[in-house]
């Protein structure tokens, strides 16, 4: 089983909130990646970082921001909720097998009212 | 344009049958195809990672098939079991680029029934 932790699992939040969403693993992997899933639609890559201080916007537009200050540490910014943003938020490492396997988090589910 | 399609896009089987789901994909240059399951509020889980010289790998009840000539991979699950319900995601991986770029299909919704 993957080390790799998001929390909260569940957030319901009031429109125009700042909101946090944390992401760590303990596997000491460099590459880091937030995805965004919508129910029976595929995931999109909003964000990803190559290591410390090492930010990447993804294919899908966000308005969250990341940061990467630890190699453990991967938190997503929304400094305004919008009803928009309801969606469940994926948070991956990749390991530098010869596969390069992807790991996921178990996901937060953010509602935004 | 880099896609992967899966089909059918749910399916209800009861306790015990086979099933086998579908992949199709145009990702070029290619690297790897994976099969993840996703339970419902959860994160995917790697099922199998084929390259492409390999054409079939096995993890216990799941066998997976690749033909890269035709661009097409199958997920067979064998004598189900109600805890086999879960989306199944195909995702093919391209070569070109170090990012691991990852093209992630719809997935299959299977629901077991008993």
């Known amino acids: 089983e993957a080390d790799i932790y998001q929390t909260p699992r569940y957030l319901v939040i009031g429109t125009g909130k700042k909101i946090t969403l944390e992401c760590s693993q303990t596997?000491?992997?460099?590459?880091m990646y937030w995805y965004q899933q919508d129910p029976g639609m595929e995931l999109h890559l909003i964000h990803y970082s190559y290591g410390v201080n090492s930010t990447e916007k993804g294919d899908l537009s966000s308005e969250s921001t990341v940061s990467r200050i630890r190699t453990e540490h991967f938190p997503l910014t929304l400094e305004s909720a919008r009803p928009s943003h309801t969606s469940q938020y994926l948070c991956?490492?990749?390991?530098?097998?010869?596969?390069?396997?992807?790991?996921f988090g178990p996901g937060t589910r953010l509602t935004v009212t | 344009k880099n896609q992967v399609e899966q089909s059918p896009q749910s399916l209800i089987i009861l306790e015990g049958k086979n099933c086998t789901l579908q992949?199709?994909?145009?990702?070029?240059?290619?690297?790897?195809l994976r099969w993840y399951k996703q339970d419902t509020g959860r994160g995917p889980v790697s099922l199998t990672i084929m390259t492409f010289s390999e054409n079939t790998k096995s993890n216990g009840r799941y066998t997976a098939t690749l033909d890269a000539d035709t661009k097409q991979s199958s997920l067979h699950i064998t004598a189900s079991q109600l805890s086999d319900s879960a989306s199944y995601i195909c995702?093919?991986?391209?070569?070109?680029?170090?990012?691991?770029?990852?093209?992630f299909g719809r997935g299959t919704q299977l629901t077991v029934w008993p």
């Open positions: 596997m000491g992997h460099d590459k």
């Open positions: 992949c199709n994909y145009t990702v070029s240059p290619f690297s790897n």
């Open positions: 995702v093919v991986s391209d070569r070109g680029s170090t990012l691991g770029r990852l093209y």
């Open positions: 991956a490492s990749m390991d530098t097998g010869p596969n390069y396997e992807q790991y």
